[in-house]
């Protein structure tokens, strides 16, 4: 083994000692680097949003689903032009928001535009994600309704009736809360079959008219209404077409409101949770028969009801 003098009379180490340290240095320098680079990466997490049906549809609703790698103190979105607000979920650590797509609606892909405020430093943060919209296939079926003249030819009193009630929704129905009232999945108001569906094509008196916004059960005058999550009763009264009815809001812009009922049980201002009687079914309003009439509404745009029931809510 060579040796060298380190100019004290001393032996020195080895010389093949010098020579590997500056390898010896380097491999630490990578080990200290690699460690750094994967500590970045896991503090650099990815967003991730997706929604609830993974196939969006015309005329359905969507539940967004947000994560943060970040604390977050607040999350609002902007979709298809509507604006609103993201709840927490602190078991899963997920922002949701309850939101749709209107009838109208071409197919296409949309952005979900988000923008939120970090917990640590009230930064703003801004992400956006795209969604496809496919076109649903909504039955093509022409309903032919007879009902009584006053509906399709109503007389000067009658138009006044209805100016008032057209007052009355247009006063309430575009009314949105702030906070979030409905908690969990949405129940149907009756247990019974349905008769109509969202989407279908309706003619009275042989004068057709736009698609069915809603969803009709088959019930006889009587049968017990059930709210179909809690929120807050928004109307409570007699309108021309709607016959008694019932709006719910859920809060943010959500509604589901209930007509052609042949006595209310709530009046404007009750809290109600889901199952709780709100009214007994009829056929007062433009009906044609005793049924039960159920419509979703969200910031303006009928959803459909059947949907609603079928998705797995926070």
Not at 129 to 139: D, E, H, I, L, W
Not at 280 to 298: D, N
Request: hydrophobic share 40%; with cysteine.
């Amino acid at each position: 083994m060579i040796t060298v003098s380190c100019g004290d009379g001393r032996l020195g180490r080895p010389a093949m000692a010098h020579a590997e340290r500056p390898w010896a240095n380097i491999q630490r320098l990578a080990t200290i680097f690699a460690l750094l680079l994967q500590a970045s990466v896991g503090f650099a997490a990815p967003w991730t949003a997706t929604a609830q049906p993974t196939r969006l549809l015309n005329g359905a609703p969507v539940l967004f689903q947000v994560k943060s790698p970040a604390k977050l103190d607040s999350l609002t979105g902007t979709w298809l032009k509507h604006t609103f607000p993201f709840s927490y979920n602190a078991s899963t650590k997920t922002w949701f928001a309850l939101a749709g797509v209107n009838y109208d609606t071409p197919p296409g892909v949309y952005t979900l535009e988000l923008s939120g405020e970090s917990a640590g430093t009230k930064a703003p943060v801004e992400l956006s994600k795209t969604f496809p919209v496919a076109r649903a296939q909504y039955p093509e079926i022409k309903v032919e309704l007879t009902v009584e003249k006053k509906f399709t030819e109503p007389s000067p009193e009658q138009l006044k009736e209805i100016d008032d009630s057209k007052k009355v929704k247009e006063e309430y129905l575009p009314r949105v809360t702030p906070d979030r009232e409905w908690d969990g999945n949405f129940k149907p108001p009756v247990d019974a079959a349905t008769s109509d569906v969202y989407g279908s094509r309706r003619i009275f008196n042989g004068v057709a008219q736009r698609e069915h916004q809603g969803l009709d059960y088959r019930v006889p005058t009587g049968t017990p209404v059930a709210a179909m999550n809690q929120g807050t009763i928004l109307l409570a009264r007699f309108l021309y077409f709607e016959g008694n009815c019932v709006v719910i809001d859920h809060g943010q812009g959500l509604l589901t409101l209930y007509f052609h009922m042949s006595e209310l049980k709530v009046k404007e201002g009750d809290a109600v949770k889901r199952g709780d009687l709100i009214g007994l079914s009829g056929g007062t309003g433009r009906a044609t028969g005793p049924h039960l009439h159920v419509a979703v509404r969200w910031q303006g745009t009928y959803l459909d009801p059947a949907r609603l029931l079928q998705m797995s809510l926070p």
